[in-house]
């Protein structure tokens, strides 16, 4: 069930940790987060996604750093750790930047923090509506010519923008949202594109986000399918993700070591295809 790498020959565990949780408001203590990582690691993760932005108000960087540390730590260097840039916090706001000029110094400073001469997998955080997005990608694509990217991501991208992104410069991976609330790029065909063009499709609020995973709890459907394979039902959320495509790589959040322990034992689900079709009648938020 391993996950290819866009078009590369690495294959990955089909879970990814999504680090985020780690570092906004509400983080664990720096132990509880570290352990977190390594119980990720212990489950069979092989990517965690972060992001220069990850962070409080007073503290940009801090989950990249703490990745990092944490990595370094266990000696676990061959660990896919996948950052993005283009979005800044002023004042603890989420905004967009994606200027060439500011990419770049993003993607230094994120070298700097991951440590390495190489980062792995650079993702766009989000298109700027100030910026031209040919002149974005144009960036990324340099930064991927002189060395500085192994390979190009985008992230909260229409099927429109991820075209013409692949035409300036081969894209990897395609982190957007997507749960069985938010079924909007499986029904408009940007899930299948992936495949077609061997792009991975990195599931983000995998199990909800922070709104969606009450709602889901509580799901009746979602229960008398996790009851029937003695599950959650955020591994049965998973495991439907994870049969929709064998693009799809979820990068579930997780703050306790319990969570990510979960979220990676539903590799272990196989849905019916009655199951699979009862979430896809689901309505989304």
């Given at each position: ?102 990419l770049r110094a ?108 009450v709602r889901l ?56 295809a009655d199951e ?10």
């Amino acid at each position: 069930m391993q996950r290819a790498l866009g078009a590369t020959s690495r294959q990955l565990f089909p879970i990814g940790l999504g680090a985020m949780p780690l570092s906004i408001a509400g983080r664990p203590e720096p132990e509880q987060a570290e352990a977190t990582i390594a119980a990720a690691l212990e489950a069979g993760v092989e990517l965690i996604d972060t992001a220069d932005c990850y962070c409080l108000d007073d503290d940009f960087g801090h989950n990249e750093r703490l990745v990092a540390t944490t990595l370094r730590r266990l000696g676990r260097q061959d660990v896919l750790v996948s950052t993005k840039g283009g979005i800044v916090r002023p004042d603890g706001r989420w905004e967009s930047d994606a200027r060439p000029a500011a990419l770049r110094a993003a993607c230094e400073a994120s070298l700097r923090r991951l440590q390495c001469e190489q980062l792995p997998l650079y993702h766009l955080h989000a298109p700027d509506p100030q910026v031209p997005f040919i002149d974005s990608m144009g960036e990324l694509a340099r930064l991927r010519e002189e060395g500085k990217i192994a390979a190009v991501g985008l992230s909260n991208v229409s099927r429109e923008q991820a075209e013409l992104a692949q035409r300036i410069v081969p894209v990897t991976t395609l982190q957007n949202r997507c749960n069985v609330y938010a079924k909007q790029d499986l029904r408009n065909g940007l899930v299948k594109w992936c495949e077609q063009q061997r792009i991975t499709y990195l599931a983000y609020s995998a199990v909800g986000g922070h709104n969606g995973h009450v709602r889901l709890r509580d799901d009746e459907v979602l229960k008398t399918i996790a009851n029937r394979h003695d599950t959650s039902v955020f591994c049965v959320a998973l495991a439907w993700l994870l049969a929709k495509s064998p693009a799809v790589l979820p990068i579930p959040g997780a703050s306790r070591p319990a969570s990510i322990r979960a979220s990676a034992s539903a590799t272990g689900i196989t849905l019916s295809a009655d199951e699979i079709a009862a979430i896809d009648a689901l309505p989304d938020q």
